[in-house]
């Protein structure tokens, strides 16, 4: 199914040396000869497991790291030594953003989820036997492997970032406890060679000059199957109205079916989107004390418009960006003490605030703590092996 980065958008609303050799998948006659990362990528995509195996890596965390997981390290691990391949590679270039109606990007964001998922299954396996050192390598490469995929590209790549951070996140928090210093403190270095992560809007401005010629296409498509109760058109307006009363979310579709079957006015919404877009760029570009203003006013001007869901949700964008900027600052935080001890919570600044980070003892274990909130609830980072309670 050929599916527009915004669909995807609307529906996803992504140093040391180890004196033992690990049994896990190390190393691999695997070898691609190129000096693109992406082609690397391309082919290690091919040694990924088939849909059998795929509830393993969906539930890597929980996996059992028993002899019929290193079984299938062992089997996969082609997969493995390309990714590190790739991430050893510095040029990494996807090619064109936009091919008929489609992102190209949608194509790779499967199968990248999958070797991630994959990588973190053997980084358990290695913590298992010891290896800590070969653990935070990878780790390290998963973080190149995060600026890699997006390179250049559409939002819905950006996107796709911020799900493997998480899964860094959570694995470097669950594991720090058994990774020596000299670990801890290699793997601070590659964390802060890495580049900061793009903003949404300069991903934004990128996709711009494609939004019309993609509509362009798929207004050549048959208007009844796009508006069907199936079709592309209405699940994006299902999707994004779920919590709205059936009389809004039916007048909604009403008024798309009303624009979208009209070749004059669907031309002239089409031609009206990118101004709202570069309108949402400069919102989400406003100091904080503009924005909340600024936002409310375009954010009922979009709600207006009858392809709306073609524009990015701005509050989403903005609440991600600062949602993320503070698990960065989790992460950072979190290999601060490691290193220095509990005391470097004092030099630290909550970016959603003007204090630090609170520190709250739990246990065998911390938990690091901002004064921001998403969706109700206080963002937080358990730092120390999984709490059994939770279990």
């Known amino acids: 199914m050929k599916l527009t980065a915004l669909i995807l958008l609307a529906l996803t609303?992504?140093?040391?040396?180890?004196?033992?050799a690990p049994t896990t998948a190390a190393s691999s006659s695997a070898a691609v000869t190129s000096t693109n990362a992406a082609d690397i990528y391309r082919q290690a995509f091919t040694h990924l497991p088939d849909a059998d195996h795929d509830r393993l890596l969906r539930t890597w965390d929980d996996a059992p790291l028993d002899d019929s997981t290193?079984?299938?390290?062992?089997?996969h691990a082609e997969a493995i030594s390309l990714f590190r391949q790739a991430t050893a590679t510095e040029h990494c270039d996807w090619g064109n953003i936009v091919e008929g109606r489609t992102y190209t990007a949608t194509a790779r964001l499967a199968p990248s989820r999958q070797l991630a998922a994959l990588v973190h299954l053997n980084i358990s396996m290695l913590m298992k036997e010891g290896h800590a050192d070969q653990a935070y390598e990878d780790m390290a490469r998963l973080l190149t492997m995060t600026h890699q995929i997006a390179v250049n590209d559409s939002l819905?790549?950006?996107?796709?970032?911020?799900?493997e951070f998480d899964a860094i996140l959570t694995q470097v928090a669950q594991t720090l406890p058994d990774a020596p210093q000299?670990?801890?403190?290699?793997?601070?270095?590659?964390?802060?060679?890495?580049?900061?992560?793009?903003?949404?809007t300069a991903a934004m401005r990128r996709e711009l000059p494609h939004l019309k010629p993609v509509l362009a296409e798929v207004s050549k498509e048959d208007p009844e199957k796009l508006l069907a109760r199936d079709g592309e058109i209405s699940m994006m307006i299902s999707f994004g109205t779920m919590n709205e009363p059936q009389e809004e979310r039916d007048a909604r579709i009403q008024r798309t079916r009303e624009t979208w079957l009209d070749p004059q006015k669907r031309?002239?919404?089409?031609?009206?989107?990118?101004?709202?877009w570069e309108e949402t760029i400069k919102v989400l570009e406003l100091p904080a004390y503009k924005y909340q203003a600024a936002s409310t006013a375009l954010r009922k001007k979009i709600d207006a418009h009858p392809l709306y869901f073609f524009v990015p949700p701005v509050q989403q964008l903005h609440d991600r960006t600062q949602t993320y900027t503070v698990r960065r600052a989790f992460l950072q935080t979190a290999l601060s003490i490691a290193i220095e001890g509990k005391e470097a919570i004092a030099n630290t600044t909550d970016p959603a605030g003007e204090g630090p980070l609170q520190y709250v003892q739990a246990g065998d274990a911390y938990e690091l703590r901002s004064i921001l909130e998403?969706?109700?609830?206080?963002?937080?980072?358990?730092?120390?092996?999984?709490?059994p309670a939770a279990q």
Request: proline share 6%.
């Open 182 to 200: 000299m670990v801890v403190r290699a793997f601070n270095r590659a964390w802060k060679s890495q580049p900061a992560p793009e903003a949404y």
């Open 13 to 20: 609303v992504a140093s040391c040396t180890s004196t033992k």
């Open 156 to 163: 819905v790549a950006r996107f796709s970032t911020d799900a």
């Open 267 to 276: 031309q002239a919404a089409i031609d009206s989107l990118p101004e709202l």
């Open 374 to 387: 998403t969706n109700g609830h206080q963002e937080r980072q358990r730092i120390g092996h999984p709490d």
């Open 70 to 75: 290193k079984a299938f390290l062992k089997e």
